[in-house]
């Protein structure tokens, strides 16, 4: 079809271009799409030929064509645009190839089989069992979800995995301030979910150390009175006690943990989150503490006077980077340390993906190398997927001050926003359940929002944006599909009238079906771009695409009512196929796919 048209014709104009520079070692011809349908379909570019050849690309272009016109050549349309050489195809007369293997791949359809074999490990999410999930955990849980499903679809076995980070002086903060303060509330006394019962506590010790940092800029000689109680200090002494196994630091630590990770596992459920293996720090850092002895040993660490162990990363440009605290306690590099390496002794992967924001850019590039240090080839197949922060339109969340975006709380909100949509326009019976429709309109509404962006960028969540049913959202296409279902479930009721009518591709002859006919072809290669480059956003801008042409085409042109019958099924079974590879994408990015709305 179109892409082994291409293809063909790709070969055809590297032949003649290697005759016409009388070399056959010429740069590989590049394939695009022109900008405007009446330029073609496809569009070679001419500028890599110009030095060799002493011509200016247009002049090459105009060459080659006329070439090429006087021999056989693959099917297609010869036009030079610019320093373009175009082609423009038949597309109607492609129609039912398309068409057909669309129908028959159906849910499948959009798959390659680029990374066939490969075991590849995906880390997402990584929370802290300090506080709940928020904003910024559910862009990274929607990039994770989003690229293993990408991975998945582009024909790797991919596990999806999570840390959580259970221990650590941030996680005694929260215990501390629990011990001082809690006065022995639990969250079933208050009626609070776990993970906010015990982020509520992490935000009381922050507020601990402002009033305790205003006490010293008062009486700066407060720090010599006996009574005095830095908040930190004891934070650290906590951490101490936690790693020497003492029984009542460690009896808090198990009943607080129990408390965050019931309700986090409630708010993945809620948001259609999973994983197939979870991975605890506090069962990690020991290895990694392993790892760091190992490395001593081998002469790449060195322990300094002070008895921290460091590594020198002179030679990535970077300056020494503690491993071991002088006092022994870990760090996080520590403990990733053993986690990677337990990893790959689990499941022997050939890659990992850490999805972590661009703020541990630093951390990976350090991690990654030291791991090449201790001998691990397979460290060469470790990736960061580094992503932009997400703000407000306000700006910036601080954990620690309580002013982050509660993930539970969004969701509930996007929901009630949803469902007052439906309401308003009188859609109750239509949708059925209408608090179902309403999450999964919200689900749509936020995935589609997180990973319409680049990874790499940093954005602004809007919620009220976000919810919106036009513009480039999540619930716009989800209204689009529903249209779209509307549409068929009238042609299947209407199957007798169209009974023994014949497709015929060549009815399809304006710019909108041939724009869609192009899109539903085009899929696989978009799926492929989207997984190997691991971007959700490649998939997104496709969607709306699709949706923006049809919402134009249903406009102006009758379906089930076109001028003849035969016309009429050439356009049921065009929008069918549409539909396919709009649900299908729906699936890669986690909008949930919704007849009515």
């Not at 036009?79 to 028959?104: M, Q």
């Not at 991975?151 to 301030?177: F, P, Y």
Request: negative net charge; charged residues 30%.
């Amino acid at each position: 079809m179109l892409n082994e048209l291409k293809n063909e014709w790709k070969s055809a104009i590297e032949r003649e271009l290697r005759d016409y520079l009388k070399s056959d070692a010429i740069p590989e011809l590049g394939i695009g799409v022109p900008p405007k349908s009446e330029m073609g379909d496809a569009a070679f570019p001419m500028f890599a030929y110009a030095k060799a050849a002493g011509k200016a690309p247009a002049l090459i272009a105009k060459d080659i064509m006329t070439s090429l016109s006087e021999k056989d050549h693959p099917e297609g349309e010869m036009l030079v645009a610019g320093p373009y050489l175009n082609i423009r195809f038949d597309i109607p007369s492609l129609a039912d190839g398309i068409l057909s293997e669309t129908e028959r791949k159906c849910d499948s359809y959009g798959s390659v089989n680029d990374l066939d074999g490969k075991k590849i490990m995906v880390e997402f999410s990584c929370p802290n069992t300090n506080k709940p999930l928020h904003l910024g955990h559910m862009r990274n849980d929607s990039l994770g979800e989003s690229v293993s499903s990408l991975l998945k679809a582009a024909g790797a076995e991919v596990m999806k995995v999570n840390l959580i980070n259970n221990r650590g002086v941030h996680i005694c903060k929260s215990m501390l301030a629990y011990k001082l303060f809690g006065n022995g509330e639990t969250p079933e006394s208050t009626g609070e979910k776990g993970d906010h019962f015990v982020g509520r506590y992490y935000v009381r010790f922050a507020n601990w150390e402002k009033e305790v940092e205003k006490q010293k800029e008062d009486n700066p000689d407060i720090i010599n009175d006996p009574s005095f109680v830095d908040p930190d200090t004891e934070a650290q002494k906590m951490l101490r006690l936690w790693e020497a196994g003492d029984e009542e630091t460690r009896a808090l630590w198990e009943k607080m943990n129990s408390w965050t990770l019931s309700g986090l596992s409630e708010s993945y459920r809620n948001m259609g989150i999973s994983f197939d293996k979870l991975y605890y720090e506090s069962e990690t850092y020991k290895l990694g503490r392993s790892e760091v002895m190992k490395g001593l040993e081998l002469g790449v660490f060195k322990k300094e006077e002070d008895g921290s162990v460091q590594v020198d990363l002179a030679p990535i440009g970077l300056d020494k980077k503690v491993l071991l605290r002088r006092d022994g306690t870990t760090l996080y590099m520590t403990q990733d340390l053993g986690t990677a390496v337990k990893r790959h002794e689990d499941w022997p992967f050939d890659s990992l993906i850490y999805v972590v924001a661009s703020e541990q850019n630093y951390h990976f590039k350090v991690l990654f190398y030291v791991l090449s240090l201790l001998g691990y080839k397979w460290a060469e197949e470790l990736h960061h997927l580094s992503y932009g922060m997400v703000n407000l339109p306000e700006g910036k969340m601080k954990s620690r001050e309580g002013t982050v975006v509660d993930a539970d709380d969004l969701l509930a909100e996007l929901t009630e926003l949803a469902k007052n949509e439906i309401e308003s326009k009188g859609r109750e019976e239509a949708v059925g359940d209408v608090q179902e429709t309403a999450r999964k309109i919200a689900l749509g509404a936020l995935n589609y929002y997180l990973l319409a962006v680049q990874p790499q960028h940093d954005m602004v969540f809007d919620p009220k944006k976000s919810i919106s049913f036009n513009g480039n959202t999540g619930p716009y296409l989800q209204y689009t599909c529903a249209r779209i279902s509307s549409i068929l479930r009238k042609a299947d009721e209407a199957s007798e009238e169209f009974g023994g009518v014949p497709f015929d591709g060549f009815l399809l002859v304006n710019d909108d079906e041939k724009a869609m006919l192009k899109a539903i072809e085009a899929f696989p290669e978009t799926v492929r771009k989207a997984a190997l480059t691991y971007d959700p956003s490649v998939i997104a801008s496709y969607l709306y695409e699709n949706a923006k042409t049809f919402s134009h085409y249903y406009h102006d042109n009758q379906i089930l009512k076109a001028e003849t019958k035969a016309l009429a099924v050439a356009r049921i079974r065009l929008i069918k196929a549409l539909r396919t590879v709009m649900r299908n994408g729906f699936a890669l990015i986690g909008v949930p796919y919704l007849e009515s709305m």
